[in-house]
């Protein structure tokens, strides 16, 4: 099939997965995975694109905690078939070998008979190609770990021989370049040359092999030595579907030194150095002092209609190296499997407060969709009930920093409950009917933003993220210690002697051995002895609009409980 006859086809399944046919060939356009890892998971930012295997660029927090450098749209379509993952294979069918590259659109390519398609979800997205040439199909699925104290992205790959003869095949899949902790933007930009010095990569091999790259010292010019502690990793582990191999995980040789792939072709347009030695194995690695990549390493004989599934984490953990110690529970296929799902499910139970029935079944999932990146905008009432009352914040907001708008400083919170900063009007617009669907959110919102209306109308550009603080010592200590030991009570106390947001004062939960049994109970109690505070900044100035929506927000409030109309405008004198 010749490139002519790829035209773009698009459909919509009844689950409600978008399918783009020859996405290669359709017109670029970017998206991102949701970046929601429930309230007690840390997330992660990731952006795509339709080229290539899809991802351009992923990480945590912002920009400067990239792990895929960030790249604007236009820049994006043209690097995420080279920069973006890849996956090279060396098949022997009837002895002849063959290279083959999937989701790829070159010449190099046009000579084999393929078909891709790209098939979009709310929580993730996945690509596939059918070699009809050599008998291979190839699936690729992606999606945010959700409910862990670390932050990653995992990958599958499913490679199957659909062929009526057995294949000997290699393979390398993986990540050309990775940015190492600690690397932040205006390095990788301005000095990357420079700071390669600094990089440093720990390759650990054995049963639970893993890959970590950081710096070695902070690059900032400053007179005193700053250590890195966090790290960014690496891992992957096989799968085959041969009986004689059923519940035997397949362990990788992890290449981080791009050379010993791509030899001299340093724009990585084909991995010469696999492709000139069958079998394939790399030489001695250089671990310092270059930009590093992630691949993985493996052969398998696949007879017909078998596969090899590659599943792949790569993140951030804050803990650093320690963080090796739990691999052995993440290199699992349950583990994948149980994360995917626990993926799709929180997104629908976001979904869930806005689910339509009606009889157009698109109409019922743009309404999900709509309502979902409605949430990420403004952000979700999380509530959380306990003896003192309900007490609801919002979490998972960010402001809108897609690769269309490459201007925006977005930040996602690598915290429990996140909260990222928006602007007044992008989280105000988008909390207008908050009181419609979580009822108890109540005058929540009414009090956040007109008590950030100043006098003289320069009113606050940024809206920040909630804290809590220390107001009575004496009613934290009445509450909290119903919940709380002595000793755990009184270094919570401690911790709190400086404003905090509900993440941060949860994973200090974590910490304390008096609440491991009894969380939720313990944060409600400890949320409610706390002052809110709703924090801002004027940034680049303000929009006019600003009172507009504030008076919706008022008028949403009032059509669900108008018996609170008199004390709203007139008796409330909690207003500033």
């Not at 596939?128 to 190839?138: A, D, H, K, R, V």
């Not at 743009?366 to 306990?386: A, E, I």
């Amino acid at each position: 099939m010749n490139i002519q006859d790829k035209k773009p086809q698009y459909s919509t399944e009844p689950n409600g997965t978008f399918v783009i046919d020859h996405y290669n060939e359709a017109k670029p356009f970017s998206d991102f995975l949701p970046g929601v890892a429930g309230p007690f998971g840390i997330p992660l930012w990731a952006f795509y694109v339709n080229r290539g295997q899809g991802i351009a660029s992923f990480g945590v927090s912002d920009k400067d905690h990239a792990i895929l450098q960030f790249y604007p749209a236009n820049r994006s379509y043209e690097f995420t078939a080279l920069r973006g993952f890849r996956t090279f294979i060396k098949s022997v069918q009837r002895k002849e070998t063959a290279f083959y590259e999937p989701f790829q659109s070159t010449l190099y390519q046009q000579k084999y008979d393929t078909r891709q398609s790209m098939r979009v979800q709310s929580h993730g997205f996945g690509i596939e190609e059918t070699n009809q040439s050599l008998g291979l199909s190839i699936k690729v699925s992606y999606f945010g770990v959700p409910g862990e104290p670390f932050a990653a992205l995992a990958r599958k790959v499913v490679i199957q021989n659909k062929a009526a003869v057995p294949a000997e095949i290699e393979i390398a899949d993986g990540l050309p370049a990775v940015v190492p902790f600690g690397l932040k933007e205006f390095f990788l930009k301005d000095m990357s040359r420079t700071v390669e010095a600094w990089i440093k990569c720990e390759l650990f091999e054995g049963k639970d092999p893993v890959a970590h790259f950081k710096l070695k010292a902070d690059p900032e010019d400053r007179p005193e030595y700053q250590s890195v502690d966090g790290t960014h990793f690496y891992t992957s582990f096989g799968e085959s579907s041969n009986p004689k191999q059923r519940g035997k995980i397949l362990q990788p040789v992890i290449a981080v030194d791009p050379g010993v792939i791509f030899g001299t072709r340093l724009d990585f347009t084909e991995p010469q150095e696999f492709l000139n030695r069958t079998p394939f194995a790399p030489e001695p690695q250089v671990l310092e002092n270059k930009t590093p990549c992630a691949f993985s390493l493996y052969r398998a004989t696949l007879e017909p209609e078998e596969t090899v599934t590659i599943y792949s984490l790569i993140g951030e953990a804050a803990e650093g190296t320690a963080f090796s110690k739990s691999l052995s529970r993440l290199r699992d296929p349950k583990y994948f499997a149980a994360k995917e799902r626990e993926a799709r499910e929180v997104i629908q139970r976001l979904q869930d407060s806005i689910t339509t029935v009606s009889s157009s079944g698109r109409f019922d999932e743009y309404c999900k969709q709509t309502f979902l990146d409605n949430v990420l905008r403004g952000g979700f009432p999380h509530r959380m009930t306990g003896p003192h009352g309900d007490f609801v914040f919002h979490i998972y907001s960010r402001k809108h920093g897609d690769l269309e708008r490459d201007y925006n400083r977005f930040v996602v919170q690598p915290t429990y409950f996140s909260q990222g900063e928006g602007n007044f009007r992008d989280v105000n617009q988008n909390r207008r009917n908050d009181v419609w669907f979580e009822p108890k959110v109540k005058d929540l919102n009414v009090r956040t933003f007109f008590n950030l209306i100043q006098a003289d109308g320069f009113n606050p550009l940024v809206v920040e993220q909630l804290v809590l603080a220390l107001d009575s010592t004496r009613n934290f200590r009445k509450i909290a210690g119903k919940v709380l030991s002595a000793a755990d009570l009184a270094e919570l106390e401690k911790f709190l002697a400086a404003p905090r947001t509900p993440g941060e004062i949860a994973k200090k939960l974590e910490k304390l051995p008096s609440a491991a049994n009894h969380r939720d109970a313990a944060l409600s109690a400890i949320f409610a002895s706390l002052k809110r505070i709703d924090t801002a900044r004027h940034g680049e100035g303000f929009w006019i609009d600003h009172w507009t929506y504030n008076l919706d927000i008022l008028e949403s409030y009032l059509a669900v409980y108008p018996e609170e109309f008199e004390s709203a405008l007139w008796r409330d004198a909690s207003y500033t």
